[in-house]
């Protein structure tokens, strides 16, 4: 008699068990969606360009002087510190060996799991180094706002390069507008800064993601403790935001640096491409990377396309080549690399899965 309401315990497991479901199962699709879209969209490219002779591009590969991975190798690793160097500097008493372990963490959870997956990971990370969360928050905050300026800033850059080489009408509205965009980007971040009533909503917003590890967050908390953060996280920015962009621009660079090595290791000569034009193309094509898996599919496709229309149709299966070791590089190597950066923060801090929260508190487990 006195157990009436114990039916309903069940009942509402089993209707966030589903609503839960529901969510995953909606990520899932929406990623699926986005990246069938990209590779159409990359095929199209591909298409306007011509077919592609996949033997040629295979005899490409024999090409490849095997001495160059080590240095692709080095390169990559030089890449990956420079995109952790923003969190570092953001988030107090985190340094940059950790940044690295946590960024390239987040970016394998990121790739293999929906969002917030990666968040979800950070958090767990911050909270096992004793960093507290909404300082870690703030500092992955600053970092993702500072990534997308630098990645629309990018196109200035190679605008910049063009000019030796000459700039398409395309090529300068590409720029143009990119650079707006990393201006209002800029004027935003700054705003938040100086505003009480942007610094609360950038707070709740982290603690909606942060929930998902600890079910009973209270997210206007989490408002409050950034508006109170917010002197401090002013100081952190002002302090931190040359060294970060530097940093950033510096990842894109070698991003680039990376793919003009794999061309050049193929055998796609400055007679057929000078580094201005693996730069410049580069460049002012990074904003694809916006598209899933780092504009797989189809950032690809405009760089075969741009640098076949340069070298000439009869390079584009040794463009194709390079540009293959270029992504088998940039886009598996850190894949690897947060596989084991992963493996080794579980087995130091002893916690258990961190895509599954409900089998502990991974902050607190030891």
């Known amino acids: 008699m006195g157990t009436s309401g114990s039916p309903r315990e069940p009942s509402n497991l089993k209707d966030q068990a589903r609503q839960s479901d529901a969510w995953w199962k909606k990520r899932l699709v929406k990623s699926a969606l986005l990246l069938v879209l990209s590779l159409v969209v990359g095929y199209i490219i591909v298409g306007i360009v011509g077919s592609i002779d996949w033997a040629a591009v295979g005899s490409a590969f024999g090409k490849l002087n095997f001495w160059i991975i080590p ?8 890449r990956q510190v420079l995109n952790a160097i923003p969190i570092s500097q953001f988030t107090p008493g985190l340094g940059v060996k950790r940044a690295v372990a946590n960024d390239l963490s987040a970016n394998l959870v990121g790739t293999v799991a929906p969002p ?3 968040v979800v990971l950070r958090v767990s990370m911050f909270q096992s180094w004793k960093i507290n969360p909404v300082d870690g928050m703030a ?3 600053l970092n993702m706002i500072v990534f997308y300026s630098a990645r629309f800033i ?3 850059l190679g605008l910049v390069l063009l000019v030796f080489d000459g700039i398409e009408r395309r090529q300068l509205v590409v720029g143009l507008v990119s650079g707006l965009l990393a201006v209002a980007i800029l004027v935003g971040l700054i705003l938040v800064m100086r505003s009480k009533v942007l610094a609360h909503w950038m707070g709740e917003s982290a603690g909606s993601v942060a929930r998902q590890v600890k079910k009973n967050l209270d997210t206007s908390s989490w408002g409050d403790s950034v508006v109170n953060f917010r002197g401090q996280m002013s100081k952190v920015f002002r302090e931190g935001i040359v060294g970060a962009y530097l940093a950033m621009l510096g990842t894109v660079l070698v991003d680039g640096l990376i793919l003009f090595v794999a061309l050049r290791a193929v055998g796609i000569g400055s007679e057929q491409l000078s580094w201005l034009d693996v730069f410049g193309t580069f460049l002012i094509a990074f904003p694809l990377t916006i598209m899933p898996l780092f504009g797989f599919g189809v950032l690809d496709a405009a760089l075969v396309g741009t640098f076949t229309t340069i070298a000439g149709l009869a390079f584009e299966p040794t463009i194709v080549a390079g540009v293959i070791i270029w992504r088998v590089f940039t886009l598996l190597g850190p894949l690897l690399m ?13 916690v258990p899965d961190p895509l599954n929260p409900e089998t502990g508190n991974p902050a607190h487990t030891r």
């Open 71 to 78: 240095l692709l190798l080095v390169l990559l690793c030089i």
């Open 116 to 118: 917030p997956g990666d």
């Open 139 to 141: 500092g992955v905050s």
């Open 154 to 156: 990018a196109p200035l």
């Open 338 to 350: 947060g596989t084991v950066a992963l493996a080794g923060w579980r087995r130091r801090a002893l």
